[in-house]
């Protein structure tokens, strides 16, 4: 364009305006963001049930996509359980029973802890782009931060969440709040992020509450102690033997 065509037109206001990213874009940078080749975290769920509340404190270890160990450090009663997926598969141990326990089919809709988890949401570790489609909605302000509204529709019907609706800091491309709905359009759960910290250059949710839409009580609150990206991780620990070390 020459030079007195692009003035003209700016005066105006007849140029372009910069396209808004597509819904594949923002979820492939949310992708980015989370994903990491290894991470250790320490973490507690505080959960709100109807007439109490309890606190429960894990490390966790996880690999890619595909492994995951978690080992519940308090309370005292639920000190030493585990759980471990490879895959799709997951599997838990409890040494009051010195059992190790499948969990498949409708038991990963069970309640962790009887948390507002489900063991679905606890095996939750595949990138999203890869499941599910998503468009632009609008945008809107959460934390006082711009955020990108994308609608998200799962690509196979052998996800947990038929369809999601999340809430993107347009920015950080962290997910601020997210809606996850059966295939009915029924609300099964909410998260609402609370705070949100820097660590090896990305950004984390730090604290976050997470609500059942069908329990009672007022949620279960994540907080991340501390959490460290791409550490060697010894491959034993990744093993069935390993549940009952």
Not at 208 to 213: H, M, P, Y
Request: proline share 4%.
């Amino acid at each position: 364009m020459r030079y007195w065509v692009l003035c003209l037109c700016l005066s105006l206001g007849l140029c372009p305006a910069t396209e808004a990213p597509t819904g594949e874009s923002i979820l492939n940078k949310v992708d980015e963001n989370n994903y990491a080749d290894t991470r250790v975290a320490v973490s507690e769920m505080v959960i709100h049930l109807a007439r109490n509340t309890r606190t429960v404190r894990a490390k966790s270890w996880v690999k890619g996509s595909d492994k995951s160990f978690t080992e519940f450090l308090y309370p005292p009663r639920d000190k030493g359980t585990k759980m471990l997926k490879l895959g799709d598969e997951l599997w838990t141990y409890t040494p009051e029973t010195d059992r190790t326990i499948k969990i498949s089919g409708s038991m990963l809709r069970q309640s962790v802890m009887g948390s507002d988890l489900s063991y679905e949401d606890m095996m939750e570790d595949r990138k999203l782009v890869d499941e599910y489609d998503a468009k632009v909605a609008e945008s809107d302000t959460l934390l006082g931060r711009e955020c990108w509204v994308l609608e998200l529709t799962a690509k196979t019907p052998d996800v947990s969440y038929h369809s999601r609706k999340i809430w993107v800091d347009k920015e950080r491309y962290v997910p601020l709040r997210e809606n996850r709905f059966a295939k009915s359009g029924k609300l099964l759960k909410t998260t609402e992020v609370l705070s949100v910290s820097q660590h090896q250059g990305r950004w984390v949710a730090d604290h976050v509450s997470f609500k059942d839409a069908l329990k009672t009580g007022e949620g279960t609150e994540f907080v991340l102690d501390s959490i460290h990206l791409n550490v060697p991780i010894p491959d034993y620990i990744f093993s069935k033997a390993a549940l009952k070390k």
